[in-house]
């Protein structure tokens, strides 16, 4: 089981990026997926999560309206695109298999690698 994540970068506030997730070793449509984010001295925020079905997709205040979660079964990719991006954002994405925090465990053992995203002028 691997994911990669990809597509960080640095953007000027106002920007847009698009994050992707390349899973392997099992179908993302097998099970719910997280998009997570660690800034530096801080705890993980779990940004977004979409269902095993890919019917049902959550975001956390911080980011609804701004962000969208999606997926690509044929490809096996889950996706992050984000919008109007705000200084606050900027921190390590992850795309974690599952659904994270479960019952408060991070389960850090099922993220990818991350890949940093910067928002600054």
């Known amino acids: 089981v691997q994911l990669v994540e990809s597509g960080g970068t640095m953007v000027q506030p106002g920007g847009s990026l698009r994050l992707s997730c390349a899973a392997s070793?099992?179908?993302?449509?097998?099970?719910?997926m997280t998009w997570v984010r660690q800034a530096p001295g801080k705890g993980p925020e779990w940004v977004s999560r979409?269902?095993?079905?890919?019917?049902?997709?959550y975001y956390a205040p911080s980011v609804r309206g701004r962000f969208t979660i999606s997926r690509n079964n044929a490809a096996n990719m889950l996706y992050l695109q984000m919008d109007n991006l705000k200084p606050e954002d900027t921190a390590r994405y992850y795309c974690?298999?599952?659904?994270?925090?479960?019952?408060?465990?991070?389960?850090?053992?099922?993220w990818g690698q991350g890949t940093q995203v910067t928002v600054s002028t």
């Open positions: 974690a298999r599952g659904w994270v925090p479960d019952s408060g465990d991070w389960r850090r053992d099922f």
């Open positions: 070793g099992f179908p993302v449509t097998s099970i719910g």
């Open positions: 979409i269902s095993t079905g890919g019917g049902k997709t």
